[in-house]
């Protein structure tokens, strides 16, 4: 079974902390794909990473960063120095290459970033 | 500026009647995509599309059909056989299934409210 779990359903910072957002997933497949949504009030879920199961390489992109562990099985997403900008819901989600293609999503995780 | 627009943002109905809502790509993407999402449930896939004349079901798609007559076009058809059909409505779009490294590229969002 494909299972996404964002067991934080909601966080609140205050402006400048860092915040990290969780999310394990269950996959039998060797081969499948791990993605960052963001959707801001405005509703659009926005792409913000992808990283494929053969690829352990952390990434930093500014103020993001994403760890990659498969021996936990966890693809976590930290925002360095957040900024209320930053409050919407994030989302990750794994894709796999076997099968019916098809993205499984987590419930995402509400981000509310205080002045 | 290329991307997917749903229209109306928001709309109403009575219970029992029928109720289309628009998905327009100007991606070029061949893969069109229906998620239904709700409070703290993440996003479910009712339908998707990988060609034109071709659509096949996702996880939730009673009372829901679709239609895929152009590349560019991907309607959703809330029908009166869905008990509960208030929810917000993404359409998202991809450059093609069957590689689950494309990431999916949404639009604002429909939410529709059912009396």
């Known amino acids: 079974a494909q299972k996404v779990t964002q067991a934080q359903t909601e966080i609140s910072v205050v402006e400048k902390e860092d915040v990290t957002l969780d999310c394990v997933y269950e996959?039998?497949?060797?081969?499948?794909?791990l993605f960052w949504y963001k959707q801001p009030p405005s509703g659009e879920l926005v792409f913000l990473i992808r990283r494929n199961s053969f690829d352990e390489q952390n990434e930093i992109s500014g103020r993001y960063s994403w760890n990659f562990q498969k021996s936990t099985s966890s693809f976590n997403f930290t925002i360095t120095a957040s900024q209320v900008v930053d409050s919407a819901v994030y989302f990750c989600?794994?894709?796999?290459?076997?099968?019916?293609?098809?993205?499984?999503f987590g419930t995402g995780t509400r981000l509310k970033v205080l002045a | 500026d290329g991307g997917i627009t749903q229209s109306p943002k928001y709309l109403f109905r009575k219970e029992g009647q029928n109720v289309t809502l628009s998905c327009e790509q100007n991606l070029n993407h061949d893969a069109m995509y229906w998620y239904r999402q709700d409070p703290g449930q993440g996003l479910r896939l009712i339908y998707y599309s990988q060609i034109v004349n071709d659509f096949q079901k996702g996880d939730i798609a009673e009372g829901y059909s679709v239609s895929r007559e152009k590349k560019e076009s991907f309607p959703l058809t809330v029908t009166s056989a869905q008990k509960n059909p208030t929810a917000f409505y993404l359409c998202?779009?991809?450059?093609?299934?069957?590689?689950?490294?494309?990431?999916?590229?949404f639009g604002n969002g429909t939410r529709l409210t059912v009396t």
């Open positions: 998202a779009s991809s450059e093609r299934t069957g590689t689950p490294n494309s990431p999916l590229h």
């Open positions: 989600a794994l894709s796999k290459l076997s099968g019916t293609y098809k993205y499984i």
């Open positions: 996959t039998r497949d060797t081969t499948y794909y």
